[in-house]
């Protein structure tokens, strides 16, 4: 199971304008013309060395005067020393509250560190002083969509544009909030009457690129995102957004090099660093040691700048006693985690331990209800920084803290890197290693035959337990009758994201249609025409026929599981096996053939596989897999009857479980507990069914 990236990303909020402009002549108390003139000619130079300590000399000479601190606030907020810019430009407001230039950038300082509310009474504060200028107005526009305010932004950049109307930097926000309130198409609009303004600038190019692959509109925004790479080879943003139309698209191989441009330009772009390590689990050419390598590269470069400020945790050492478990996560809501982790807390409700959720959105589906109903605290962590974050935790006095995200969109591994919690566990959310060595554990569901190999990939120590709870879709469809003895010719499906589907996997899967001629293949998740093109090409290079290709678009839960009912055998993908969309496909009565290999991803199908007493669908080589479905396909009877046990199988297996899962969850709790209260470093277990 795991979470998709997310396609959007809006152009960093706010813009440094409202800098210092030319010096005035001094007034009383301030530094002579001369002496500004120079600090103004190291600024516009871009020689900061020598500027920070020329502008500390002459603030400590003319105590009274804000200009070298106005000026040394600028100059660190254009090299990105963004908590050293607010320091200085607070100063500078001490001394000059009144000043319209220093509000706004110390507005922009705000902002970019997170501190929303804060820094719309400093842009607030600018615009009664000067009435409203253009620039400030852009800049608060910016910073409330950052924090959410997506109306308010948009008002503010409707004040902009009645100033400027032709103002381009306006219209960018103006799109942005639009994006924000879900008004794709009028922000679509937005930005191409900019790009009509301003085709050379980057930012637009960006930003409508993102929207169009929020649309769904994969192939259109990926040329529009390369316009903006040809106007910015080195852009971060659009490297990240390209390599998500990619990879939505399946080119598996190009979204990997640009992930690994976004990463490799922008150490701090955290969504870029994450990217790039899901990109390579679905890569069938690369090792497990060497993806190993990788996550440990750059969970060393997310961890590294947090680690000298670790604290001890003052959480009572009572290795008995009730515990505070918390989980943080951006997919608590109407999403497949929610299928594993309800049955889990929904047991832990009945028993001893307190459960807190950091819910990384807000989406108030029924389903984020429902698992909101099962904690003894809910709260929405989507504005708040990673300090801020880390510091709430160590206030709540957690003492597991579970990672349900991994490397995944909306994910918070910048606060586990910051350890708040004094044990830390990653789980669910992604077929990988964090590469922190903040985090103590990975809990696997399953007792998994390749523990030590498994383990080799692992920087956290590896628990497995061997229940597996699941919760089923509210009013799931009945498993129907076998489609094949009624039509005379067997279906395979595909329930992965198409984005799992390499030329490795089509490969495969063309030796079985072209081993049994009258099969045929259901591929879910089709949603652009661009995508469908390129399968049909790829089957076709392999023998496969169009007529034999049946594609479907993603749909709603009750229908996606309905499609089931058209197929009789679903064929996993690899390196990047199925998760929870194995599990659905068991729950609707479809085996599932999965190819297992060296790497955590892909096993993660065998065990739910095993589960269900379907050892022999897991196959360890290509030639195998061909020859189980060959067989499969030339016993319809058994396969009927496997499609009537599975549903009843599940029940007990998976959805009967919860029970044992749970106490199984509480030994493991207990267990990493101990260890801790004791002093002793983490170590992998296995916990028994």
Not at 381 to 387: L, P, T
Not at 498 to 518: D, N, Y
Request: with cysteine; aromatic share 6%; net charge neutral.
């Amino acid at each position: 199971m795991n979470s998709e990236q997310s396609p959007g990303r809006a152009a960093d909020p706010p813009t440094h304008r409202g800098g210092p402009g030319g010096a005035a002549p001094p007034a009383a108390g301030e530094p002579p013309r001369e002496a500004l003139l120079s600090l103004l000619a190291l600024y516009n130079a871009g020689r900061h060395a020598e500027l920070e300590p020329a502008t500390l000399r002459t603030a400590a000479q003319y105590p009274r005067s804000a200009k070298p601190l106005h000026l040394l606030g600028a100059s660190r907020l254009s090299r990105g020393q963004t908590a050293g810019a607010v320091e200085a430009l607070r100063s500078a407001l001490q001394r000059a509250p009144a000043d319209a230039d220093i509000n706004n950038l110390l507005g922009v300082a705000l902002s970019r560190s997170g501190q929303h509310d804060e820094a719309r009474a400093c842009f607030e504060t600018s615009l009664a002083i000067d009435g409203g200028s253009y620039e400030t107005l852009v800049n608060a526009s910016a910073s409330a969509n950052a924090a959410g305010d997506a109306e308010g932004s948009r008002r503010l950049a409707a004040r902009a544009l009645a100033l400027r109307p032709d103002g381009v930097e306006a219209m960018l926000n103006l799109g942005n909030a639009l994006v924000a309130a879900g008004e794709a198409d009028e922000a679509d609009d937005v930005y191409r009457r900019a790009l009509a303004l301003a085709p050379n600038m980057p930012d637009l190019h960006l930003n409508l690129g993102s929207a169009l692959s929020r649309r769904g509109r994969h192939g259109e925004a990926a040329g529009v995102l390369r316009q903006a790479l040809a106007l910015r080879p080195d852009y971060a943003a659009a490297h990240l957004n390209l390599g998500r139309a990619l990879h939505e698209l399946g080119d598996t191989r190009g979204a990997q090099r640009h992930f690994r441009a976004a990463s490799d330009a922008d150490p701090g772009l955290v969504e870029a660093h994450s990217a790039y390590l899901f990109s390579l689990a679905h890569d069938p050419g690369i090792s497990p040691q060497d993806a190993y390598a990788e996550h440990l590269r750059i969970g060393e470069q997310l961890e590294a700048p947090y680690r000298a400020a670790w604290r001890d945790h003052p959480n009572d050492r009572d290795a008995e006693r009730d515990l505070r478990v918390g989980f943080v996560s951006g997919d608590l809501h109407e999403h497949p985690l929610a299928n594993l982790i309800e049955p889990i807390w929904r047991a832990m409700r009945r028993g001893r331990h307190r459960i807190y959720a950091y819910a990384n959105g807000t989406w108030g589906d029924a389903v984020e209800a429902r698992l909101k109903a099962l904690t003894d605290q809910w709260l929405h962590v989507e504005k708040m920084g990673d300090q801020e974050l880390s510091e709430r935790i160590r206030a709540d006095r957690i003492d597991i803290l579970f990672d349900l995200s991994g490397h995944t969109a909306r994910n918070r591994l910048r606060v586990f890197a910051r350890r708040p919690a004094p044990v830390q566990v990653t789980w669910l959310g992604y077929p990988g290693t964090t590469g922190l060595s903040a985090i103590d554990y990975r809990l696997m569901r399953g007792h998994e035959p390749k523990r030590e190999a498994l383990q080799a990939q692992c920087r956290e120590r590896i628990i497995h337990f061997g229940a597996r709870a699941f919760e089923p879709p509210p009013q799931s469809p009945p498993v129907n009758p076998l489609p094949a003895s009624s039509r005379g010719w067997l279906t395979f499906g595909s329930f992965n994201r198409p984005s799992k589907l390499g030329e490795g996997v089509i490969a495969l899967w063309s030796r079985v249609l072209r081993a049994l001629p009258q099969s045929r293949l259901l591929v879910a998740g089709v949603n652009e025409r661009t995508l469908g093109e390129r399968l049909l090409a790829q089957f076709a290079a392999h023998g496969v026929a169009a007529g034999r290709l049946e594609f479907r678009p993603r749909a709603a839960m009750r229908e996606y599981l309905e499609m089931h009912h058209d197929v009789d055998i679903a064929l996993d993908t690899f390196p990047y096996t199925g998760g929870t969309t194995t599990v659905f496909a068991l729950w609707m009565g479809v085996p599932v053939l999965t190819l297992a290999g060296e790497s955590l991803q892909q096993n993660q199908a065998a065990a739910s596989i095993r589960a269900l007493g379907l050892a022999d669908w897991v196959t360890e080589s290509e030639d195998e897999f061909v020859d189980r479905a060959c067989r499969a396909a030339a016993d319809l009877l058994s396969l009927a009857r496997i499609r009537g046990e599975l549903r009843p199988r599940a029940q007990r297996q998976l959805q009967g479980s919860a029970e044992v899962a749970v106490v199984q969850f509480d030994q493991v709790l207990r267990l990493m507990w101990r260890r801790w209260c004791s002093g002793q470093p983490p170590e992998g277990f296995v916990v028994q069914a």
